[in-house]
């Protein structure tokens, strides 16, 4: 059987106030493609439909209509869950129709531990969980870690197997994975980690959650990753999913193909506005990290009239060597000496308007406290 895995979807969600649902459709397009070039018998959707708990209409409308695509159009049975993204009533609305059409979704605690069976494979569909819930559904109140939680939801559903075959679906963090921004952390001060060794009796785990692919290198549990690039640490990611055949037991991983790239540009506002630096990708959604803005009152305009998808721009902080600099201050004038602390730390002369600072506040301070 060759599984799709996806998860982390994120429709509706907005990079530096950029609405990216002309992107997610791009990449969702291209996954329904490959269900069209290639024989697949089923999709899982490991969480995180929406960005927002309470989605806009449009990002709902894009949902729907994906939706439809895979299990109606093209008649592959889907297996969803919701994750910490998602508002279970916009995720479970229709579905005991879902079912009819083989569309197998899960918001509750309650229900993860009957499987749905499919060619002879029982798939547990485990959606997000919250440790009070948890607590409460086995009246157990030493359950105070996602990893006791963890371990106490899957012992009851592992010492239940029915069948050789099992595979899990969730949405968590697995200990020793690679985070990234865009992430949204489910707990503040609590450790939300757990520990892969819990589902070892699965022969597959298909995770969501975190958004790197590689975010967990295991040959049986693993992340898709995210549709796209959701922060700029991930902007040197690949993002696309994940096709397990388990008859073979290999799992690959496909890339998308981005509307728009991310880029981190680190470096001089003087060499991108001069043309002494050029970003090849013109159309990308960059963030610039720039040295030497000094003398200008609007970079932001500037550097959106060469890059219009510029979305952040910040100043780069030097770093420097604790060096010192002997100077004779008996023979050295003042502007001598700021020239030359300036050269040292800025590897520049100081323009006239640093100099003009320079000699409206900061000349003559010592003669006025002596």
Request: hydrophobic fraction near 35%.
């Amino acid at each position: 059987m060759k599984i799709l895995h996806t998860a982390d979807w994120h429709i509706g969600k907005r990079l530096n106030r950029q609405s990216l649902i002309d992107d997610q459709r791009y990449v969702l397009d291209q996954l329904l493609t490959y269900l069209d070039e290639n024989d697949v018998d089923a999709v899982v959707i490991a969480g995180d439909l929406y960005d927002k708990k309470q989605p806009s209409q449009e990002a709902m409308n894009v949902v729907n209509y994906y939706l439809k695509e895979i299990n109606l159009v093209r008649k592959k049975p889907i297996f969803l869950i919701s994750g910490n993204h998602d508002s279970k009533p916009y995720i479970d609305a229709r579905s005991e129709w879902f079912q009819a059409n083989h569309f197998y979704v899960n918001t509750e605690l309650e229900n993860c531990f009957t499987p749905v069976t499919f060619n002879d494979v029982d798939f547990y569909l485990l959606p997000y969980i919250e440790i009070p819930e948890v607590r409460h559904y086995f009246n157990d109140d030493t359950i105070d870690t996602f990893e006791k939680a963890y371990r106490r939801v899957i012992d009851e559903i592992t010492n239940n197997f029915k069948r050789e075959n099992n595979i899990l679906v969730g949405h968590l963090f697995v200990s020793g994975s690679k985070e990234s921004e865009s992430e949204e952390k489910i707990t503040i001060g609590l450790t939300e980690e757990v520990s892969h060794t819990i589902f070892e009796p699965f022969d597959y785990t298909l995770l969501g959650h975190l958004h790197r692919h590689n975010a967990f290198n295991s040959e049986k549990t693993f992340y898709s990753g995210a549709i796209m690039k959701y922060s700029f640490d991930e902007a040197n990611d690949k993002k696309g999913f994940k096709v397990i055949d388990t008859d073979k037991n290999t799992v690959e991983f496909i890339e998308f193909k981005l509307l728009h790239d991310l880029i981190h540009f680190k470096g001089s506002f003087k060499d991108i506005i001069t043309g002494e630096v050029e970003i090849e990708d013109k159309d990308a959604y960059i963030k610039f990290e720039l040295t030497d803005m000094e003398g200008f009152t609007e970079p932001m305009t500037a550097l959106k009239q060469l890059y219009k998808n510029t979305l952040v721009l910040s100043r780069k902080v030097e770093r420097y060597e604790n060096d010192e600099i002997e100077i004779d201050t008996n023979n050295t004038s003042d502007d001598q000496i700021f020239k030359l602390f300036y050269e040292k730390f800025t590897g520049r002369e100081p323009t006239e308007f640093e100099f003009e600072t320079f000699n409206k506040h900061l000349r003559g301070i010592t003669d006025e406290t002596n």
